[in-house]
């Protein structure tokens, strides 16, 4: 328990007040910065898989025989590739080899369907 004689000292120092409301707002600024971070960390993960998404569409249409194409990226490591020039045999297995070396997924989890005009 703090003595009363405390608290009767603690109203005779000047500015007091002014300190107490300043630590009182960077507490609560901590707190809601703190519950930011804990919700962010979804989103965190969801634009880390958009830019892994992105990067590996512009790394296949890059290649030879393969057009504009759409990478989607599952939690479950299966990736679905929508591309122009998939129709050849030759461009969907190039696009499942290429897949397997950047991501390192079997071919079993690659998907490639041609993409209509």
Do not use: H, W
């Not at 703090?2 to 005779?12: D, S």
């Not at 965190?44 to 504009?68: K, P, W, Y």
């Not at 759409?70 to 479950?76: G, L």
Request: hydrophobic share 50%; with cysteine; net charge negative.
């Amino acid at each position: 328990m703090i003595p009363v004689k405390f608290y009767e000292n603690l109203g005779k120092i000047p500015y007091i007040r002014p300190i107490a409301v300043i630590a009182i707002i960077a507490a609560i600024c901590l707190i809601l910065s703190g519950m930011n971070e804990r919700t962010d960390g979804g989103t965190d993960v969801l634009s880390a898989e958009t830019q892994l998404e992105a990067r590996l569409a512009s790394v296949l249409s890059a290649m030879d025989g393969v057009g504009e194409c759409r990478v989607m990226i599952n939690a479950d490591e299966g990736v679905l590739i929508v591309a122009k020039g998939a129709e050849d045999i030759s461009v969907r297995l190039e696009i499942i080899r290429a897949v397997r070396a950047l991501l390192g997924v079997e071919s079993e989890r690659v998907e490639v369907l041609a993409m209509g005009d």
